[in-house]
C-alpha cells in the first residue's frame, strides 16, 4: 500500500489525478456505507475541489504536500462544507460558516474533505455507541466496538475509504479506537494543534489528531494540522518539526518506560502477553527497559471524569434551544424552551455528564471535588516528568482489553469508563502520545501506546516507528 507522501507526488507529477482518488474514496464510502462510519458524505465538493486541483497542476502551479489525498473528518471538527453535527440531534442541522483552523490547514497542503465522521455524541464515550446516528462497525469483527469517540474516523481509514483522517482526543478518543481497528493513532502536545474549530468537549484536554495505517502516514499528516494559531489562546508558540524526518533512525539505546502500575490487576491476559512479547522484540533490537513509577496514575480515571465532566457543563450550556441548536416546538415560557429542547437533543450520556459537572462545580463541592481533582492532575504531571527523568517514553497497553462486543459496556458507566484507565493521564498531563497494533488475538487488534514528553513528538514517533517495523503482525 502507498503512503500518503508517495500518492501525493504522484498527483504532483500528474501521474494520477485528484479527480480520479476522490472518485475512487468516495465509491468506497458508498460499497462500506453499512459500517456507519460517515455522519455526511461531502461528494460534490470534494469533485469540485479535486478538478480545481487537477486544473491548477496542468496550469504548471506547484502543489501542496496532500496534492489530492481525500481524507475524513471527525463530525465535531467544522467544516463550511456540510453539516457540523457531534453526532447529536441537538445540531443535527447545524452548518459552520467557516472552517476549522486545521482543516484550513489541511486545505492548504492540498487534502480533500471527502466526508464528516461518525462519533460519540459530543466526543462523550468510548465506544461510539452513544451517536444519535447509531454506532459504527469495526471493520475486523463488525461484531465488536470501533471504539471512541473517534470511532468514525478510524473505521473511515480502516475499511480503505480514506488513507488517513482526523480525530479529537479528550481522554483516548483517538488511541483507542486506533487500538480497536488495528491502526496507528496520534495524539500530540496539548497546543501542538488548534482547536479553533473544534466544538469543545473538555477544553483542556481536548486536541485534534490523525489516524493513518501507518506510523509515516499519521506523521505525514500531523506535519500539515500542527503550528501556532492567534485564534486559539492554548496554542504552544512552539517550532514544529518535520515529524518524518527521523522515522528511520532505529529504536537501539532508545530507554522504554514501563510504569509498574499499569501492568498489574484488570489488564487481560491475552492483551499482557501481546503487550510483552513486543517489548521482548523491541528489547533484542536494543532499547533498553526500566521500571518507572507513576504512583497518581491510580487516581486518573477519578480525576478525569470530574475534571472533564465540569468543563463540559460549561461549554454545553450554549446548546440551548435559541441560537443555532434544534428547538423544541411545544413550549410554553423560556424555561420550558430551554428544557425541553435539551431534553430532546441530548443524549442520555451527555445529560449524565451535564449533571455531574455541574453537580461538583456547585456550591459546597467545588473545593472538595473539582478543586482536588485539579490538584491531582498536578501530581500525575509531576509524576511524569519525574518518570522521564529516566526514560525517553513511557509504555503502557492502550486499552486493558481487546474490544468488547457491541452493546456489552454501553449500559455499565463504570466498565465504560474504566476502559480509559490507560489514556487519561495522557490528557491530564497534556502529553503527546500514540497507539499502534502489534498483534493479533483472532481478528482483533492489540495497541501498544506509547507517551512522549511535552513536544516530544519526533522522538515518540522514531520509537513507534521502529516498533511498527519490529513488531508487523
Given amino acids: ?44 465538493s470534494a469533485l469540485e475541489r479535486a478538478r480545481g486541483l487537477d486544473k491548477r497542476r496542468m496550469a504548471g502551479e ?56 461518525n462519533m460519540d455524541e459530543f466526543a462523550m464515550g468510548s465506544t461510539s455507541e452513544t451517536s444519535a446516528f447509531g454506532a459504527p462497525k469495526n471493520p475486523l469483527d463488525e461484531g465488536v466496538i470501533a471504539g471512541g469517540s473517534s470511532g468514525g474516523s478510524a473505521v473511515a481509514v480502516a475499511s480503505g475509504t480514506v488513507a488517513a483522517s482526523l480525530g479529537s482526543d479528550t481522554g483516548g478518543s483517538i488511541r483507542q479506537p486506533a487500538s480497536c481497528c488495528g491502526l496507528v493513532g496520534v ?25 493513518g495505517n501507518s506510523v509515516a502516514d499519521a506523521a505525514y499528516l500531523l506535519n500539515s494540522v500542527c503550528g501556532w494559531d492567534s485564534h486559539d489562546n492554548t496554542s504552544a ?109 441530548f443524549g442520555e450520556e451527555v445529560k449524565k455528564r451535564i449533571l455531574l459537572g455541574t453537580y461538583v462545580l456547585s456550591s459546597g463541592f467545588y473545593d472538595a471535588y473539582y478543586m482536588q481533582a485539579q490538584k491531582v492532575r498536578r501530581l500525575i504531571t509531576d509524576d511524569f516528568n519525574k518518570a522521564f527523568t ?16 457491541l452493546g456489552a ?29 502489534v498483534a493479533k488475538s483472532g481478528k482483533l487488534s492489540v495497541g501498544l501506546q506509547f507517551i512522549g514528553k511535552a513536544f516530544g513528538e519526533e522522538e515518540l514517533l522514531q520509537v513507534a516507528a521502529a516498533t511498527e517495523t519490529l513488531c508487523k503482525n
Fill in 237 to 345: 508558540q512552539v517550532a514544529v518539526p518535520d515529524f518524518t524526518a527521523s522515522l528511520s533512525k532505529g529504536i537501539k539505546g532508545k530507554i522504554i518506560g514501563l510504569p509498574k502500575e499499569c501492568f498489574g490487576v484488570g489488564l487481560q491476559p491475552e492483551v499482557r502477553s501481546a503487550i510483552m512479547k513486543a517489548l521482548e522484540t523491541l528489547e533484542k533490537a536494543g532499547a533498553v527497559m526500566r521500571e518507572v513509577s507513576i504512583p497518581s496514575f491510580q487516581y486518573a480515571v477519578a480525576a478525569y471524569y470530574v475534571i472533564a465532566t465540569a468543563e463540559a457543563s460549561a461549554n454545553l450550556s450554549r446548546y440551548d434551544g435559541v441560537r443555532y441548536t434544534s428547538r423544541s416546538k411545544d413550549v410554553k415560557d423560556l424555561f420550558g424552551l430551554y428544557a425541553k429542547s435539551r431534553s430532546e437533543g
Fill in 1 to 44: 500500500m502507498p503512503t500518503i507522501a508517495e500518492t501525493a507526488r504522484k498527483v504532483q507529477s500528474g501521474e494520477v489525478t485528484a479527480e480520479s482518488l476522490v472518485t475512487d474514496s468516495l465509491a468506497k464510502i458508498e460499497a462500506s456505507k453499512g459500517l456507519n462510519a460517515y455522519i455526511s458524505v461531502l461528494a460534490d
Fill in 187 to 211: 495524539k500530540p502536545t496539548y497546543g501542538r494543534v488548534s482547536r479553533y474549530g473544534l466544538v469543545a468537549y473538555a477544553s483542556s484536554l481536548d486536541q485534534i489528531g490523525t489516524f
Fill in 390 to 405: 529516566a526514560c525517553d517514553v513511557v509504555v503502557t497497553p492502550t486499552m486493558p482489553t481487546l474490544p468488547p462486543k
Fill in 409 to 437: 459496556i454501553y449500559s455499565d458507566p463504570m466498565a465504560q469508563y474504566l476502559g480509559d484507565i490507560y489514556t487519561v493521564a495522557v490528557n491530564l498531563a497534556g502529553l503527546p502520545a500514540s497507539s499502534q497494533p
Fill in 62 to 117: 506547484k502543489l501542496g504536500p496532500l496534492a489530492g489525498i481525500p481524507i475524513a473528518i471527525k463530525d465535531n471538527i467544522v467544516t463550511s462544507a456540510g453539516r457540523t453535527t457531534c453526532g447529536s440531534k441537538i445540531l443535527s442541522a447545524f452548518k459552520s460558516p467557516y472552517d476549522a483552523t486545521a482543516v484550513e490547514l489541511l486545505l492548504a497542503s492540498g487534502a480533500i474533505p471527502v466526508g464528516k465522521t
